[in-house]
């Protein structure tokens, strides 16, 4: 069965500094890897996703992620933080027919 | 406007009451979801429907029940033998049946709080 950890259950950074949110995953086979975002008290919104095309994936508003398999690791990054970022990030794995499996997500925080 | 809505944005129940929530898809999704977010846990999965007249238990369904007459209604009910209802019910759907890692699209979710 798949799995999934989100290393941080909160990281905060300075606006204009880069973001790194980290995640592992465990599958039992190709996985698909998605990362959500959610603003307080509103639904989620997809940012980005990895079927098994190009290993680097680019998401809206600058997000992107990398799939390395080697690392079980599917990290979510942009090179400048914005206020607008400050909301909570989940990481989300798929094994093709099975349920999505969210990790238990991580609150960022963007200080001016 | 295509979307999900669900409604009420909040809710307030008293023990022992049965309470439905709604969700509504206009997107001509044939897969809708029910996810139960509790602080801290991430989305935990209730009932699934990949098709009219059909679904699925997920890894929570203990204490609730949904239907599933209308391509574009799947409404949740919580009952009163869910033990502890209070959290914030988002309601999903997609495209294509059968397989998950298609991209699942969020409506605003409800708020339950049981007083």
């Known amino acids: 069965a798949q799995s999934v950890t989100q290393l941080d259950s909160h990281v905060s950074v300075s606006e204009g500094t880069p973001v790194l949110l980290r995640c592992n995953y465990s599958?039992?086979?190709?996985?698909?890897l998605f990362w959500y975002v959610q603003h307080p008290n509103k639904g989620l919104q997809l940012l980005l996703k990895y079927t098994s095309a190009a290993t680097l994936v680019k998401g809206i508003n600058g997000f992107e992620a990398e799939f390395k398999k080697s690392e079980t690791s599917f990290h979510l990054t942009k090179p400048s933080a914005h206020m607008s970022d400050a909301a909570e990030y989940f990481c989300v794995v798929s094994e093709g027919n099975t349920p999505l499996v969210f990790g238990k997500g991580t609150r960022l925080s963007v200080i001016a | 406007d295509g979307g999900i809505t669900q409604s009420p944005k909040y809710l307030f129940r008293k023990e022992g009451q049965n309470v439905t929530l709604s969700c509504e898809q206009n997107l001509n999704h044939d897969a809708m979801y029910w996810y139960r977010q509790d602080p801290g846990q991430g989305l935990r999965l209730i009932y699934y429907s990949q098709i009219v007249n059909d679904f699925q238990k997920g890894d929570i369904a203990e204490g609730y029940s949904v239907s599933r007459e209308k391509k574009e209604s799947f409404p949740l009910t919580v009952t009163s033998a869910q033990k502890n209802p209070t959290a914030f019910y988002l309601c999903?759907?997609?495209?294509?049946?059968?397989?998950?890692?298609?991209?699942?699209?969020f409506g605003p979710g409800t708020r339950l709080t049981v007083l």
């Open positions: 599958s039992s086979y190709s996985p698909s």
């Open positions: 999903a759907s997609s495209s294509q049946t059968g397989y998950f890692n298609n991209e699942q699209f």
